[in-house]
């Protein structure tokens, strides 16, 4: 047995090379990467990591750093889910959710991290090994973009060999957003997957009717058209607009995601392991989606979430997200350009690599 003797948190704060909106966050500046280092009396270390779209990272630090951390220290780092459910509960009266899900989820990648190196397996493989790769698509932030550069950018993703793309919804009328899909349908022709995200911006009403609006421009989902809560108007939505629709990347715990496939009707669960307690959290969550005969598909943090979709029997789709995380490790996504797959990292742990150089610059006292 092995002990955890060291938990170091850090904190980065990162500008984004270009101004990028959504419907509901507004403009995204920076984006926040709070940082675990977990380390065992066998000198062994674990990395693990969330991320925030510029807003909440200092806090989730502090509650690693002031509450998570005298949880794991002098703890056996290989019962990763016997100490998930003891962070959880540690701090579940004070935080369920919000950002206790965060600062989980980077505690407990550290630990999968560590158990993944301990077996010398990639994380794909110590988590079934179903395929090395995934579906891809280019998810931008690019409400503000104006037409022109909005077409550039996705193809741009099409010059990268991805087969599949995503625009942002909500502009200030439906007819404009409506001529952006004809645009960019226009523009990927018919074989290219497409999707589309509203960020919640949406009533019901108004998302059934932009659905039937979207129906000649074959769009695989539509992601959150509303409240991340409302789990009876996204079963609306999905039957009355008929179209698929795409959710989860704001539900924080695996019992959410059981309500939202119980009593809504969402054809693509997205769970980010970042916000959902981690790798654990994730896993539960995909074992919901398979006993609901759904596929499961990601959002953000594509570095890792390539890994964990690999190895999933029922995986839908990794959202390549434009925060540039690739920047700050030493591996880029791979995508295959015969199929334009995401190919998940063959090397043992969780297979992301911070270039520690490139960060140092961006880190913040917290
Ligand atoms: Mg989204």
Same mark, same amino acid.
């Given at each position: 047995m092995s002990t955890i003797t060291e938990i170091q948190t850090a904190y980065y704060r990162i500008p984004l090379p270009e101004l990028m909106e959504d419907a509901k966050h507004g403009l995204h500046t920076h984006f926040e990467v709070p940082i675990v280092k977990v380390r065992t009396d066998d000198g062994r270390e674990g990395i693990g990591y969330t991320y925030t779209g510029g807003f909440g990272g200092e806090s989730i630090a502090k509650l690693i750093d002031k509450e998570l951390k005298h949880i794991l220290l002098g703890k056996d780092p290989a019962c990763v889910e016997a100490l998930w459910e003891q962070m959880n509960w540690g701090i579940h009266y004070v935080a369920r959710g919000g950002l206790a899900s965060f600062a989980i989820a980077a505690c407990d990648i550290a630990l999968w991290d560590l158990r993944a190196k301990k077996a010398r397996e990639p994380l794909y493989k110590l988590l079934g090994g179903h395929s090395n790769k995934v579906n891809c698509y280019g998810g931008a932030i690019d409400l503000n973009f104006p037409l022109e550069k909005l077409l550039a950018n996705n193809q741009k993703y099409l010059d990268m060999g991805l087969r599949a793309v995503k625009i942002k919804l909500g502009q200030a009328t439906l007819a404009e957003d409506i001529a952006r899909i004809k645009a960019v349908r226009e523009l990927i022709g018919p074989d290219i997957t497409f999707m589309v995200d509203a960020n919640m911006s949406w009533s019901v009403e108004q998302? !059934?009717?932009?659905?039937?609006? %979207? #129906?000649?421009?074959?769009?695989?989902?539509?992601?959150?058209? +509303?409240i991340p809560e409302d789990y009876e108007g996204y079963a609306r939505i999905a039957k009355e607009g008929?179209?698929?629709?795409?959710?989860?990347?704001?539900?924080?715990?695996?019992?959410?995601?059981?309500?939202?496939?119980?009593?809504?009707?969402?054809?693509?669960?997205?769970?980010?392991?970042?916000?959902?307690?981690?790798?654990?959290?994730?896993?539960?969550?995909?074992a919901l989606t398979q006993l609901h005969n759904v596929s499961i598909s990601t959002h953000g943090m594509q570095e890792l979430h390539v890994s964990l979709l690999a190895a999933m029997p029922n995986a839908g789709y990794l959202e390549m997200h434009s925060f540039p995380i690739d920047q700050y490790t030493?591996?880029?996504?791979? !995508?295959?350009?015969?199929?334009? %797959? #995401?190919?998940?990292?063959?090397?043992?742990?969780?297979?992301? +690599?911070?270039d520690w150089d490139k960060l140092a610059p961006h880190q913040l006292d917290f």
């Open positions: 998302a !059934i009717k932009a659905a039937k609006l %979207m #129906a000649p421009f074959d769009i695989l989902f539509l992601e959150e058209p +509303t008929q179209i698929a629709v795409a959710g989860g990347e704001n539900l924080r715990t695996p019992i959410e995601f059981a309500h939202m496939l119980s009593y809504g009707q969402v054809d693509f669960p997205q769970p980010d392991a970042s916000n959902c307690g981690g790798i654990t959290g994730w896993l539960k969550i995909a030493i591996r880029p996504l791979m !995508i295959d350009p015969e199929d334009g %797959m #995401a190919i998940a990292p063959e090397e043992p742990g969780i297979g992301v +690599t911070f």
